[in-house]
């Protein structure tokens, strides 16, 4: 069984591991995962989780997580109940010591005990609030759950999206085999505001920890990642022997690019602030992915995590290619998540 130490809360002699971030895991153990998922996709239905179940909170929309997860469960022999709260389950609270005088009607403290007698797994999607990064990059929501559960925890998307990236690679080492000393483009793209940086953040953990040479492309300075996610790239390209740049030039980014990955994000400095960001937001329509672009590289595969907007992130030349791998990333999806789901209830 391979044993993942994610982020643990002590309940007296109780241990429990939760799934926060794929950071906290060896590149060993993460290969390890993806093997698992892969003799999944081969053999989709069994038992091994006959029995459990799983509470699915949704704050935010969500086709493909939620599909993918409600299946996988169902797959396995086990339940899924989805959640939205403040839609049709209470509205919860996450801040520790609120004095609750406004709209929500429960602690995660009482929502998180009740979940946990019912339910095997939580799993969360709690994008931030796009009002202030000081506070949201603690990644506190679901940090609150994880503090009150006494069962596993799974982060379905918040400040990262470590199932997406899953996803990503098991697809990259579908098509590659070792990507090891690949280069790796991470793109910014367009778009007509600002969005969240979790999937770019995931992608950029994932493409160092697995030994990629990977470029960081974004149209300037103020769109770089926060330094806990570009630090810990930086570590971990060490570690695995890929390397991390960061590039503020197209042509010489996609120059002999080896796999391209596209999102967009809005820029950190300006963060809550989408009317000041605009003023740079809106000179960059030029880095939609594109077939010029994707002429440059070494016949490079291109992915996005979606949903994307097409002719503004990349264009229908792109989506309909060979090369685009992100019907098969979300496919994936649901592979790596019934791995994750086997791991973290002990099922062999």
Same mark, same amino acid.
């Given at each position: ?13 109780? &241990?429990?591991?939760?799934?926060? %971030? %794929? ?17 999944? *996709? ?15 909170? =949704? ?9 993918? =997860? ?9 339940i899924a109940i989805v959640l939205q709260p403040g839609k049709d389950a209470w ?15 429960? @602690? ?24 202030? /990064?000081? *506070? ?15 069962v596993p925890v799974i982060d379905m998307e918040t400040i990262v999206h470590p ?24 793109? /910014? %793209? /367009? @778009?007509?505001?600002? #969005? ?19 470029? #960081? ?16 790239? *930086? ?8 390397? #991390? ?8 980014? &996609? ?14 400095? &300006? &963060? ?13 329509? @030029? =880095? ?46 649901l592979h790596v998540q019934k791995a994750l789901m086997m791991n973290l209830l002990?099922? *062999?």
């Open positions: 069984m391979l044993i993942a130490i994610i982020f643990r809360t002590n309940f007296g002699d109780l &241990y429990v591991k939760h799934f926060l %971030t %794929t950071n906290d895991w060896s590149q060993q153990e993460l290969a390890l995962l993806l093997q698992v998922a892969g003799k999944l *996709k081969q053999s989709p239905i069994n038992s091994k989780l006959k029995g459990r179940s799983i509470a699915l909170l =949704f704050l935010n929309p969500s086709m493909r997580t939620r599909t993918s =997860f409600d299946l996988g469960m169902q797959q396995m022999g086990g509205g919860l609270e996450f801040e520790t010591g609120a004095i609750m005088d406004g709209d929500a009607e429960e @602690h995660i403290a009482e929502a998180a005990g009740v979940l946990s007698r019912y339910c095997d797994l939580i799993g969360i999607r709690a994008f931030p609030s796009f009002v202030d /990064w000081s *506070k949201d990059r603690e990644d506190y929501v679901i940090k609150s759950l994880a503090k009150h559960s006494p199932c997406q990236e899953l996803a990503m690679m098991m697809t990259l080492q579908e098509r590659m085999g070792s990507v090891a000393q690949r280069k790796m483009v991470l793109t /910014w %793209t /367009w @778009h007509p505001r600002p #969005l969240n940086t979790a999937v770019a953040n995931s992608a950029l953990l994932m493409g160092t920890k697995f030994g990629m040479d990977v470029t #960081l492309l974004c149209p300037e300075p103020d769109y770089l990642l926060d330094s806990q996610f570009m630090e810990a790239a *930086k570590a971990n390209a060490a570690t695995s022997g890929g390397s #991390l740049q960061i590039s503020h030039d197209i042509d010489s980014a &996609y120059d002999g690019a080896d796999f391209v990955y596209a999102k967009s994000w809005g820029a950190l400095p &300006y &963060y809550g602030r989408p009317e000041d960001e605009w003023v740079l937001r809106k000179n960059y329509r @030029h =880095f939609m992915v594109d077939e010029a672009k994707m002429a440059l590289t070494n016949d490079g595969l291109f992915s996005h995590c979606l949903p994307l907007r097409r002719n503004i992130k990349a264009s229908d030349a792109v989506m309909d290619a060979p090369y685009c791998l992100a019907l098969d990333e979300a496919e994936n999806r002990g099922e *062999k």
